[in-house]
Every structure is written in structure tokens, then in C-alpha cells.
């Protein structure tokens, strides 16, 4: 199937879904949608092993063990997706048909027990335009078989993501990291095999590109072992969901990762991650004492430099990491931020700093960059790179893919990831690039204050941004005007009385 036609199919489903939302919110439809694409999926897989075990007569297509053993599950008589569609889609039933099939198939699935939504029988959702639901995901992956089907089924789920993710503005970005920027970490850190670990997971999409890295460069998912925290418990449970359908084995755990960390003593290969920007409500308080700070204590109205000291104590001795943040981690000198800084640079943990274009993400206007962080830089692997740091500024790739966002394409990715890798293996093969990338010494940025902002280094105007929202800006700005004008009126007042005392009235 060729691409257009694919991304054509995925763009009509939307489309025609879309459409049934009626006057539902789109963080409603949500989890309706994505529960009947998981159920079809699971039911799809059922289907391909029944049959060829109906079709053997040494075996029992009932026989529960049959699909444990193949890693599938058991999907009961009355949750499989033929009969939801063709016998109860009509009905005013449905809702309640498809809570007790996913209620079946809890029970007969230990994994899956508290993960698939069981509420379409709430009065709210209109039964005849769930029918329709039905049918119309009914239709993915009925031209296709096997593992083609499974992957298109992966596709929609993943390209549903993005979309609701688009619709739900702000909110939805929490769950979601656009799929360019997870793909770029990962060609960036090519994990291969080992622990992969995000802290902030939301519905998996770090991992799902990890699985398409490792089948596009003929490794096997057996290869890595894969651990995640999410903090939301819708958004674990679609986590759980989109990892399943790409038949991914995780270890994804409920709670917040700062107060109640599920992966203790994990120390991961590889860490990708997309912590939500700038939260002061993270509870830095309660952690002051905490041995996580190394490099300095974390302000508690800001928790970027309390993710980034987690996930560095999360790393094994040889680990990497890329994490995403606001632009204005790399500058900021508020509230001990600066030192920390320093004390990380100095301890050799920053490999490599990326600068993103704006208008990449659904969820926030701030502009972003992503650190690379390498426990060990003189481990073997690579070549020493213990007194450098790798700038890059791609503030002018990428493409417009509508008006509002913006998509770093195949070619901006390879480009990237290309620079950090000939970088970090042969620097007699890598060139600075003026406007682009420069490997700075540990002493010219120690000159620069300590800034990690790429354009500082590269030879391009630097566009710092500290991370405030416009409107804080905005708040901040008047208030000083205010300030000014008073004090001039005051000045005024003052001159005007020393004239009258003197006699010169005006």
C-alpha cells in the first residue's frame, strides 16, 4: 500500500469519525474511539491464530494456553469484534454489549485487568452513532491480514494520537510528544538493546518509535526491556493500550514519579523523555532533603532542573539521555538553576544541546530544546569527548504541515542526528558549520557564563527565551511601565512644589 493511500485511509477514518463526535469533547471521544480500535485490534489477532488453530485438528481453537503461549489474548465469544458488529452494532444495547466485552476480557487477560475503558453504556453517548463507530472501525485492515493488518490498526491508533492531541489544544499535548521530535531522540540515542526508561510516558509514543527504530535497523524488540511512570491515570491506561497493539512488553507503572517512583532502583541505557514544561505544583517542598539533588537543589517553583537531576540518577554508569525543555533551561539563573547548571557541566554529564523550531508541539507556544546527557563520556564506545559539548541550532528547519504546526521531516532528522553521531565518533571526520552546529570546549562555554543556548555558539543571533508565557511577560512589562510613569508623575510633582517655593509658578 503506498504512503498516500495509507496516510489517505487514516485521514478519511478520521475524518468519518470526526464526524460522529456530534457534541461530544473531543477528551471524551478520546478513550470511546481508541477503546473500539484496541478492542478490534486484539479481536483481529484473535481471529488469525482461531483459525489456523480450527483449522488443525490437534488443536483447540478455545484452548485459553493456545494464545498465552503466542502472546495474544483470549478473546471471549461475545467480545469478538465480528459479533459486536454484525450481531449488536444495531442495537440499542451496543453500549452495554461493549462494556461487558471489555469487562471479559479483564477477566480473562491478567495485563490488561483496570486498563480498557468501560463506559459506553453512559446514557450521554448516543447509541446509534456508537453503532456506527463500530462499523466504520470495523472496516481497518479488512483488505490486509496478519501483520499487515496489525501494523495499519498501530498506524490509525498512533495517527488518532495526534489527532485528538490537535483537538484537545493545550490538554492534549500532555499526553502526546509529536512524533518527529520522539523520532529525532531516538535516531539521536539509537537504542539498540538494553533498559529504556521514560519517567513521564504519557501514552507510549517514546517507546512505540524505540520498537520502529530497532525493526528498521533489523534489531528485535526482545532486545530492550522497556519502563515508564505516568502520573494520569486515563493517560496510563492509553499508554498501556497503544504499547499493547504494537505487541510491546513494558513495565509501565501508575503514580508521580518525584513522590512515589514505582522504578526505584532502575538504572536505564537509555532514557527518552518529554517532562511537562515549567511546573511550579510539583511538590519541591516536601524533597529539599532529597539525595536526587547532587548538583544543587532544585527551586520548588519550577521542576525542569529537578527532572533533569532525576533522570540523571536514573541513568547506569554508561547511560545517555535525551530530554525535552523549554528554551529557558538553557539560560535560566533563577532560584539556584544557573549553579546546578554550572556543577552538571562540569561534571561532564552535557554531551549535546538542540535547539527545536517553533510550532512543533500541540500543547504549548514556548519554544523547546533537548539536552543529551552522557553519564560517561570516555567509556570506550565513542571517543572521549570530556571537554566538549555539541551545539546544534535547528531553529530553521522543519516544515509547515497546516498553519498552526510545524513537522521536522526525514531529511532535517537524519541531518541532526548524523551531526551528534560523526561528532561523537570521529572528530577528525566532523566540520563546525557556521549558523548550524559548533563543538565548543567546556572553557569557551564556562567564558559564556555557562549558557547552553546554541545560537550563542554556532554564529547566529541567539534568541534566548527564559519559558514565561506571553501573558506573564505582558503582566511583568505594564506593572514596570506603571512603576515609571508613577515615578516620573512623583518627579513632576516634586520639581513643580521646589519652583513654587522659589516662586516660579507652571
Known amino acids: 500500500m503506498a504512503k498516500d493511500t495509507e496516510q489517505t485511509l487514516e485521514k478519511t477514518l478520521w475524518l468519518a469519525a470526526d464526524k460522529l463526535r456530534s457534541n461530544m469533547d473531543a477528551a471524551e471521544y478520546k478513550h470511546v474511539v481508541l477503546g473500539l480500535i484496541f478492542l478490534k485490534y486484539i479481536s483481529d489477532s484473535f481471529k488469525e491464530l482461531f483459525e489456523k488453530l480450527f483449522a488443525d485438528e490437534y488443536s483447540d481453537a478455545e484452548d485459553k494456553d493456545e494464545y498465552l503461549a503466542e502472546n495474544i489474548f483470549y478473546v471471549p465469544v461475545k467480545a469478538r469484534w465480528d459479533y459486536l458488529q454484525h450481531e449488536r452494532a444495531k442495537q440499542p444495547t451496543i453500549g452495554k454489549d461493549i462494556d461487558d466485552a471489555m469487562d471479559a476480557i479483564e477477566k480473562e487477560n491478567a495485563s ?164 511537562p514544561f515549567n511546573i511550579s505544583d510539583w511538590g519541591g517542598e516536601q524533597l529539599q532533603d532529597s539525595p536526587l539533588w547532587r548538583y544543587g537543589v532544585p527551586p520548588t517553583g519550577n521542576a525542569n532542573y529537578a527532572w533533569l537531576q532525576l533522570f540523571i540518577n536514573k541513568l547506569c554508569p554508561n547511560g545517555t539521555a535525551g530530554i525535552v525543555l523549554a528554551n529557558g533551561s538553557m539560560t535560566t539563573n533563577s532560584g539556584n538553576e544557573g549553579e546546578i547548571r554550572k556543577n552538571m557541566i562540569q561534571a561532564g554529564l552535557v554531551d549535546c544541546m538542540v535547539a527545536l523550531p517553533s510550532q512543533l508541539f500541540f500543547n504549548t507556544q514556548i519554544p523547546a530544546c533537548l539536552w543529551f546527557l552522557a553519564r560517561n563520556k570516555t567509556n570506550g564506545k565513542y571517543r572521549d569527548r570530556s571537554n566538549e559539548i555539541l551545539f546544534i541550532d535547528a531553529r530553521k528547519l522543519g516544515e509547515m504541515v497546516d498553519r498552526k504546526h510545524k513537522i521536522l521531516t526525514d531529511n532535517d532528522i537524519k541531518t541532526i542526528s548524523e551531526t551528534y553521531h560523526i561528532w561523537r565518533t570521529d572528530k577528525n571526520k566532523y566540520e563546525d558549520i557556521a549558523g548550524f552546529c559548533k563543538s565548543a570546549s567546556i572553557t569557551e562555554v564556562e567564558t559564556n557564563n555557562f549558557v547552553l543556548t546554541p545560537g550563542r555558539y554556532v554564529g547566529t543571533e541567539e534568541i534566548e527565551d527564559d519559558g514565561i508565557p506571553f501573558d506573564d511577560k505582558m503582566k511583568e512589562l505594564t506593572g514596570k511601565l506603571a512603576e515609571q510613569f508613577k515615578q516620573s508623575a512623583e518627579l513632576e510633582l516634586r520639581i513643580k512644589r521646589n519652583l513654587e517655593s522659589i516662586g516660579y509658578k507652571i
Open 112 to 275: 490488561l485487568k483496570g486498563v480498557l475503558p468501560k463506559d459506553y453504556a453512559r446514557p450521554s453517548l448516543d447509541k446509534k452513532r456508537l453503532g456506527e463507530l463500530v462499523d466504520l472501525i470495523g472496516n481497518i485492515g479488512f483488505r490486509e491480514a496478519g501483520h499487515k493488518s496489525k501494523d495499519l490498526l498501530g498506524r490509525v491508533y498512533e495517527y488518532f494520537l495526534g489527532q485528538f492531541a490537535d483537538a484537545e489544544g493545550k490538554k492534549g499535548g500532555q499526553f502526546y510528544t509529536p512524533e518527529s521530535i520522539v523520532k529525532l531522540l531516538v535516531e539521536m540515542l539509537e537504542p539498540y538493546s538494553g533498559r529504556i526508561y521514560d519517567g513521564c510516558c504519557g501514552s507510549g509514543g517514546m517507546f512505540v518509535q524505540s520498537e520502529k527504530f530497532l525493526d528498521a535497523h533489523g534489531g528485535k524488540i526482545g532486545d530492550i526491556a522497556v519502563y515508564g511512570q505516568e502520573s494520569n491515570p486515563t493517560t496510563h491506561r492509553l499508554c498501556k493500550m497503544n504499547l499493547a497493539i504494537r505487541g510491546i512488553d513494558a513495565k509501565i507503572e501508575l503514580g508521580d514519579t518525584f513522590h512515589n517512583d514505582k522504578h526505584k532502583d532502575l538504572k536505564a541505557d537509555y532514557i527518552l523523555v518529554n517532562p
